[in-house]
């Protein structure tokens, strides 16, 4: 945290952008942020960073500091356009690209981000952002609780329980795999 | 992600790439990004300069107007300084008569009176002014800097301010009479003074030229006697040399009847 503090008072911003750009884009999406406005979004909260750098103190990760004002940077957008919010996990893959990937592993990498995808549209709205923060993005469960506004036991209470729903999720999907390949095989 | 199986790991490693910015994507942000935070930093270090801009050329109002105030100040210190210390000389000088210009009075129509200048007086009381008077010329300017100052300000002239024009102008017109030769006139004028202002703080330029006009006009017993009081009451006085003069060399004879004046 000391070394992300410095870095930021040294106003590297486009190295927070290359560490942290990806989580504060997906913090955006999660929030309602339409696709076509989220690349202003995004750059929105790297010059919220940058103008205010100094008031970052390090006393939480520089994640929980961005997803911060990731949440009121989509609050403002959201305002600005109260017609284009869009559903959570349904347009998260239709607004990426995989990058210069072979058709194989681009197959292989999207059918698994779609049952993540399918897993968290069906997790309760509670679990899921303290599921996505907490073990996707890897922000601390004190962090999460405050960020979320909620008891820690609470938040660590939901993350257990999210945790062994996408475990379960998994094995299931897993099995059923195993399954196919076999009756096919 | 601690403590998840490789597949787990996968799966939401997969995720986290899916829902990514692409590389091409995430190079315009970082562009954008580097462009509005140049363009923020410009902006913001214009608005430091418009801001010092501001607060120079405001700095340099103030030193203006404290510059421009303070010399008005110190002209109408220096103004009221020299008008207080005007007054406050004349206040401690004895004569309100001061020797002017000999030659010129000598040549002015044969008179042996000098020319005289006056000098506006203070309301200091008279015995304040029983100390040798000084010998310098006469300070009009003195007197315009003293009225001027307070006209420039808008003051309201004070209605001492009237009277002392008032017997400034008697005892002037009075003065230029007796170098004219008109001492029955100057008479005249100065009795009228001593009607109108019993308490005149001119007193003793008074006394001196009512003794001179009544020497100069014959009546040398009176004269005699206003001389007596004179040197009584201003035993030092300037104007000692010119009642003697004025009375010394005139007989007691009565004089040719002056035109348009009533001796006493």
């Known amino acids: ?185 | 992600m601690d403590d998840l199986d490789q597949s787990e790991e996968f799966h939401l490693a997969a995720w986290q790439r899916v829902h990514a910015p692409g590389p091409r994507v995430a190079a315009e942000h970082l562009r954008r990004l580097q462009s509005a935070v140049l363009a923020d930093r410009l902006r913001r270090r214009r608005r430091v300069l418009i801001t010092a801009a501001a607060a120079v050329a405001t700095a340099a109002v103030l030193l203006l107007a404290v510059w421009l105030g303070g010399s008005s100040l110190d002209q109408e210190h220096r103004a009221s300084g020299e008008a207080a210390a005007s007054f406050t000389r004349l206040g401690r000088e004895p004569s309100r008569v001061i020797p002017g210009d000999r030659r010129s009075a000598e040549s002015d129509i044969g008179s042996h009176e000098p020319a005289m200048a006056v000098i506006p007086p203070t309301s200091e009381p008279p015995s304040s002014r029983e100390r040798p008077v000084s010998t310098s010329q006469p300070r009009p300017v003195e007197r315009h800097v003293s009225r001027t100052s307070s006209e420039e300000h808008g003051a309201p002239v004070s209605s001492s301010s009237d009277t002392l024009s008032e017997e400034i102008h008697l005892l002037g017109s009075a003065s230029a009479s007796l170098r004219a030769g008109d001492p029955g006139r100057a008479l005249a004028l100065l009795r009228d003074h001593e009607r109108r202002f019993q308490n005149s703080s001119l007193l003793e330029e008074r006394s001196a030229w009512i003794a001179v006009a009544l020497c100069r006009l014959h009546r040398r017993p009176e004269g005699i006697r206003v001389a007596s009081e004179f040197v009584a009451r201003y035993p030092n006085s300037l104007h000692l040399p010119r009642i003697q003069s004025a009375c010394a060399t005139m007989t007691s004879e009565p004089p040719s009847p002056q035109p348009g004046v009533k001796p006493r």
């Not at chain 1, 190295?15 to 999406?29: C, D, M, N, S, T």
């Not at chain 1, 923060?133 to 329980?161: D, Q």
Request: hydrophobic content about 40%.
């Open chain 1, 1 to 185: 945290m000391g070394r992300e503090r410095a870095r930021l008072a040294g106003v590297d911003v486009a190295e927070a952008y290359r560490q942290h750009g990806p989580f504060v884009w997906r913090a955006l999406l999660r929030f309602g942020v339409p696709p076509n406005t989220l690349d202003d979004a995004t750059q929105d909260v790297f010059l919220v960073v940058y103008r205010r750098r100094r008031d970052y103190d390090g006393r939480r990760s520089l994640r929980a500091w961005l997803y911060g004002i990731a949440r009121n940077v989509a609050q403002k957008h959201r305002a600005r356009h109260p017609h284009e919010v869009v559903a959570l996990a349904e347009d998260l893959a239709s607004s990426t690209e995989l990058g210069n990937s072979c058709p194989h592993e681009h197959a292989v990498t999207r059918e698994a981000a779609d049952f993540v995808d399918r897993f968290l549209g069906k997790l309760d709205k509670d679990k899921r952002e303290i599921f996505v923060l907490g073990v996707i993005e890897g922000l601390y469960v004190a962090e999460i609780a405050e960020l979320l506004s909620l008891n820690i036991n609470t938040a660590y209470s939901r993350l257990r329980s999210a945790r062994k729903e996408f475990t379960s999720a998994l094995y299931r999907h897993a099995a059923r795999d195993r399954m196919l390949t076999k009756r096919n095989g």
